[in-house]
């Protein structure tokens, strides 16, 4: 049954591969980029900001060293923009304590700034070929749909013994990406299967959230270094209470100081 599996695997990714920027580099800082990029975000949005951001900034020493107002500009457009804070803080650990190169291991990756279970494992598959089990939604939706028929609820627990089992220890990176593709394609021949998944979670819409509101703001300190807190309750057309209580979490995140009465990228100076 399992090698049947890998072969249904495997057959699909060979008729119809996806050929994405990022699967065609064995670099771990692009590839750490890119799976930074993806978490919460569609593919087609990641594509032309992924070599945007490349080109920006196409070491891991130049990310470190750049403005964070920068790394956040070039970020605009992707949102979720605490990773780009982490994968700056992420690339001043790895030039600082690994000489600029991304560690091989999963426990030195796991232990930089914004690097999950998940994404050291990815970037140790991609990158050096290290084959630990991994799961992500993509993932979850095929061991789920293949393996758990009737079943609801099910736990990453439940599935984790499967990834290990079925894992290409010579080539994980292939292996992964193959079950990831059989996984958007379920996605769209099936119902979802991953909503069975006891981690499922449905997004929250973006227009009219917090989200929303925070992004609004860290735009508009980005356009106008040195903005008060009258001005961007002026500008988002929210209500002061608001706006504080905002600014507040997002100071205390590293996106934002404080000076006086008004608001800079952290380590920005005011124009003029």
């Not at 949102?79 to 600082?96: F, M």
């Not at 999963?106 to 990158?127: C, E, K, M, N, W």
């Not at 925070?214 to 356009?223: K, M």
Request: glycine content about 8%; charged content about 25%; some cysteine.
């Amino acid at each position: 049954m399992l090698a049947a599996f890998r072969r249904t695997i495997l057959d699909r990714y060979r008729a119809h591969p996806r050929p994405m920027p990022w699967r065609e580099t064995g670099d771990p800082y692009h590839i750490l980029v890119s799976e930074a990029m993806l978490q919460q975000t569609q593919v087609e949005r990641v594509w032309s900001k992924y070599e945007e951001f490349l080109t920006a900034f196409p070491t891991v020493e130049q990310l470190a060293a750049a403005p964070l107002a920068e790394v956040l500009r070039v970020w605009q457009g992707l949102g979720y923009n605490r990773r780009a804070v982490a994968l700056q803080r992420c690339a001043v650990e790895v030039v600082g304590r690994f000489g600029g190169k991304l560690p091989l291991s999963v426990a030195d990756l796991q232990s930089l700034p914004g690097i999950g279970p998940y994404t050291a494992r990815a970037v140790a598959a991609f990158a050096y070929g290290v084959a630990e089990a991994l799961i992500e939604t993509n993932i979850r939706t095929v061991f789920i749909h293949c393996f758990f028929h009737g079943h609801d609820s099910v736990s990453d627990g439940e599935i984790l013994p499967l990834v290990e089992l079925t894992r290409d220890r010579k080539n994980p990176r292939d292996w992964y990406y193959a079950l990831m593709d059989y996984g958007v394609h379920l996605k769209k021949t099936h119902p979802n299967p991953g909503r069975r998944s006891r981690h499922h979670t449905r997004q929250t819409a973006f227009e009219g959230s917090n989200r929303q509101l925070r992004s609004r703001l860290l735009r508009a300190v980005l356009q106008q270094p040195g903005v008060s807190i009258a001005e961007l309750a002026e500008i988002v057309q929210k209500e002061r209470k608001d706006v504080v209580e905002n600014l507040d979490s997002m100071e205390r995140e590293g996106f934002l100081e404080k000076r006086g009465g008004s608001y800079f990228i952290m380590g920005e100076k005011k124009q003029g």
